[in-house]
């Protein structure tokens, strides 16, 4: 629920405040229009609290505009957490079934086959060469986007984790982790997702769960836990278990400047901005070159909380625009820690730059090395 006396409170701030956080919203660069823009939204919130304007099929595409990236809480002074207020609402919308057509699909192929992708769940898998290796064992969460749509980052995490002595372990009952049902309001069916994985995870007998995926990172560490749903053991990022063991990675050197984007889910959601960048240092033997918004300040590659799916061209556009603050800096490598950034990126990227995951990185540099590896 939407506390009304703390939404009309904040609102009569955002009436007052020179709006500068339209400046950094992806939407507002993507529209260029004042509804798509954080104080648009607020506004339109307010409006409907007191009761002069009620959220029509237009204030419902503004809402569902919003990539939940979380920038505009870095610039707000009175810290008016746009996104949560978003996801909060759209849980309504979905209530009423006032969500827009698009994610009615979402939602039906993520109830039927597990995943966004009206995929097989039994071609889930279908990646897996896993060596039958000894070390400590190690559970591999994958998430959808990888398994289905970046099976080089799913392969290259497996081989990476191998790299540093784990015997991998995937199961074939992964579930979609939930995450776009959250964000996107149906978290019911997010839940039933949520509940399968956290009694298939529970049984299997390993020391951590690993996962390349921010969203699938972010939801198992925090909407499971605020959910009453305990994993009991401990789930790692990729970026956080290949930072523990930088002496047993490859050293090379690459030709021309590597840059970093910062996934919304890792970075500002989950505070986890080093160990990609000391995995990539330790790697390469220099420090990453950062583009114009990096860190807490970095812009959405245009992949999150749906937009892709309802609002391609735009999302297309906020990905273009990254790619320039990387060319920006002339990097000849940007690298990510997110398959949705990476699938993003590259779809707008040309052959002058490469745009990597992490574990591809470092299985390319791994391929390469100049130095042998006890
Ligand atoms: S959301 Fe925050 S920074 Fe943006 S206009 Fe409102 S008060 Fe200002
Ligand atoms: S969460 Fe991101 S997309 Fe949504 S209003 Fe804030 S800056 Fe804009």
Same mark, same amino acid.
């Given at each position: 629920?939407?506390?009304?006396?703390?939404?009309?409170?904040?609102?009569?701030?955002?009436?007052?405040?020179?709006?500068?956080?339209?400046?950094?919203?992806?939407?507002?660069?993507?529209?260029?229009?004042?509804?798509?823009?954080? #104080?648009?939204?607020?506004?339109?919130? #307010?409006?409907?609290?007191?009761?002069? #304007?009620?959220?029509?099929?237009?204030?419902?595409?503004?809402?569902?505009?919003?990539?939940?990236?979380?920038?505009?809480?870095?610039?707000?002074?009175?810290?008016?957490?746009?996104?949560?207020?978003?996801?909060?609402?759209?849980?309504?919308?979905?209530?009423?079934?006032?969500?827009?057509?698009?994610?009615?699909?979402?939602?039906?192929?993520?109830?039927?086959?597990?995943?966004?992708?009206?995929?097989?769940?039994?071609?889930?898998?279908?990646?897996?060469? =896993?060596?039958?290796?000894?070390?400590?064992?190690?559970?591999?969460?994958?998430?959808?986007?990888?398994?289905?749509?970046?099976?080089? =980052?799913?392969? $290259?995490?497996?081989?990476?984790?191998?790299?540093?002595?784990?015997? +991998?372990?995937?199961?074939?009952?992964?579930?979609?982790?939930?995450?776009?049902?959250?964000?996107?309001?149906?978290?019911?069916?997010?839940?039933? !997702?949520?509940?399968?994985? +956290?009694?298939?995870?529970?049984?299997?007998?390993?020391?951590?769960?690993?996962?390349?995926?921010?969203?699938?990172?972010?939801?198992?560490? !925090?909407?499971?836990?605020?959910?009453?749903? !305990?994993?009991?053991?401990? +789930?790692?990022? =990729?970026?956080?278990?290949?930072?523990?063991?930088?002496?047993?990675?490859?050293?090379?050197?690459?030709?021309?400047?590597?840059?970093?984007?910062?996934?919304? #889910?890792?970075?500002?959601?989950?505070?986890?901005?080093?160990?990609?960048?000391? +995995?990539?240092?330790?790697?390469?033997?220099?420090?990453?070159?950062?583009?114009?918004?990096?860190?807490?300040?970095?812009?959405?590659?245009?992949?999150?909380?749906?937009?892709?799916?309802?609002?391609?061209?735009?999302?297309?556009?906020?990905?273009?625009?990254?790619?320039?603050?990387?060319?920006?800096?002339?990097?000849?490598?940007? =690298?990510?820690?997110?398959?949705?950034?990476?699938?993003?990126?590259?779809?707008?990227? $040309?052959?002058?730059?490469?745009?990597?995951?992490?574990?591809?990185?470092?299985?390319?540099?791994?391929?390469?090395?100049?130095?042998?590896? $006890?």
């Amino acid at each position: 629920m939407i506390d009304p006396d703390k939404i009309a409170e904040q609102v009569r701030m955002c009436a007052a405040c020179p709006k500068m956080c339209r400046h950094v919203c992806p939407t507002f660069f993507a529209w260029r229009s004042d509804a798509p823009t954080p #104080h648009g939204r607020a506004l339109l919130l #307010h409006q409907e609290i007191i009761g002069t #304007h009620e959220l029509d099929n237009r204030g419902i595409e503004v809402l569902y505009q919003c990539l939940e990236c979380s920038h505009c809480l870095t610039w707000c002074k009175p810290e008016i957490d746009i996104a949560t207020l978003v996801e909060i609402k759209r849980r309504d919308l979905v209530q009423q079934n006032r969500q827009p057509e698009g994610l009615k699909t979402l939602t039906e192929s993520i109830r039927k086959h597990h995943n966004p992708f009206e995929e097989l769940h039994a071609k889930r898998n279908n990646w897996v060469k =896993i060596e039958k290796g000894k070390g400590i064992p190690i559970l591999y969460f994958a998430g959808c986007l990888a398994s289905y749509r970046e099976k080089e =980052i799913v392969q $290259d995490t497996i081989t990476a984790l191998e790299m540093l002595g784990h015997q +991998v372990i995937v199961t074939d009952d992964e579930w979609c982790c939930g995450s776009p049902m959250f964000r996107t309001g149906d978290v019911e069916t997010g839940l039933e !997702q949520a509940r399968h994985n +956290v009694d298939v995870l529970n049984v299997i007998d390993v020391e951590e769960i690993v996962t390349s995926c921010p969203g699938c990172y972010r939801i198992l560490t !925090q909407d499971y836990p605020e959910n009453d749903l !305990q994993l009991n053991k401990p +789930v790692k990022h =990729i970026s956080e278990v290949l930072t523990v063991s930088l002496d047993k990675l490859p050293t090379v050197s690459f030709d021309g400047k590597i840059t970093f984007h910062d996934a919304c #889910h890792l970075g500002r959601h989950c505070g986890i901005f080093d160990p990609p960048r000391e +995995v990539i240092a330790h790697v390469s033997g220099s420090d990453v070159v950062e583009m114009e918004r990096n860190r807490e300040n970095s812009t959405c590659c245009g992949n999150g909380a749906g937009l892709r799916t309802l609002f391609p061209e735009q999302a297309k556009k906020i990905g273009a625009e990254r790619i320039r603050h990387a060319k920006n800096v002339d990097a000849q490598y940007l =690298i990510t820690s997110c398959p949705f950034c990476k699938n993003m990126l590259e779809s707008q990227s $040309d052959s002058s730059i490469t745009v990597l995951d992490l574990p591809q990185f470092v299985v390319r540099a791994w391929k390469r090395r100049d130095v042998k590896i $006890d």
